[in-house]
């Protein structure tokens, strides 16, 4: 089955730890996403890439990081950095090419902080 | 004023009634909108998809476009309880690579 993957579903870390959360996809698309979901507050978008080596922030970049080393994979640090973490986060990937940037989701890691 | 504008609700329902969720946008470049649905604690589903103005209709589910007004709607008729969800506007101008999303609209179908 094709689609997309997050793992874990459930994440708890500690005050002052880095977490990686994982993004796969075998949709063989090349455009990837991240968005943090807190209630009440809609989808904001955390970084996105088009392209293998290559990602930009979005509208709330600061303390995550990312890499796309591989087109499958684009995984999500959560630094210690970032001053309220726990919330719900959305993977997400795009075909290129497709005018309609219609944009495919993932089931979601929920992380809290301790 | 935010790109996109939704009433989180959340909206009650009996079941069998037609539930009725719109955004407003401000964007005049936007031709592409979409309705996503989300479970509690699932990543969202795409529900529907428009190109430009009109409307488009599958199954139980109708979504409308009208872009003079920069008004969308998402109809749900002869509603269950298994739609009740959280309901999620998107919409992007094309090419751009980044989607507009309102904040959700949240829908309970009370059986």
């Known amino acids: 089955d094709g689609g997309i993957t997050q793992s874990p579903k459930y994440l708890f870390r500690k005050e002052g730890q880095n977490v990686t959360l994982s993004c796969e996809q075998n949709?063989?698309?090349?455009?990837m996403y991240w968005y943090r979901q807190d209630p009440g507050q809609g989808l904001r978008l955390i970084y996105y890439?088009?392209?293998?080596?290559?990602?930009q922030k979005g509208d709330i970049a600061e303390g995550y990081s990312v890499s796309r080393e591989k087109k499958e994979s684009f995984p999500l640090t959560v630094t210690s950095a970032q001053k309220n973490p726990t919330a719900f986060y959305l993977c997400?990937?795009?075909?290129?090419?497709?005018?309609?940037?219609?944009?495919?989701f993932g089931p979601g890691t929920r992380l809290t902080v301790l | 004023q935010k790109e996109v504008e939704q009433d989180p609700g959340p909206l009650s329902v009996p079941e069998g009634a037609i539930v009725s969720l719109n955004c407003t946008y401000s964007?005049?470049?936007?031709?592409?909108f979409m309705w996503y649905r989300q479970y509690s604690r699932k990543g969202p589903e795409l529900l529907m998809y428009?190109?430009?103005?009109g409307n488009k209709e599958d199954g139980r589910f109708t979504a409308q476009v009208d872009k003079s007004s920069k008004y969308i709607s998402l109809f749900i008729r002869d509603s269950q309880p298994s739609d009740s969800a959280t309901y999620l506007c998107?919409?992007?101008?094309?090419?751009?690579?980044?989607?507009?999303f309102g904040k959700g609209n949240q829908v309970v179908v009370i059986p």
């Open positions: 998107a919409m992007s101008a094309g090419g751009n690579n980044r989607l507009a």
């Open positions: 428009t190109y430009s103005s």
């Open positions: 890439s088009q392209i293998v080596n290559d990602f």
């Open positions: 949709l063989n698309h090349d455009a």
């Open positions: 997400a990937s795009r075909r290129s090419g497709e005018s309609t940037d219609t944009q495919y």
């Open positions: 964007n005049s470049a936007f031709q592409y």
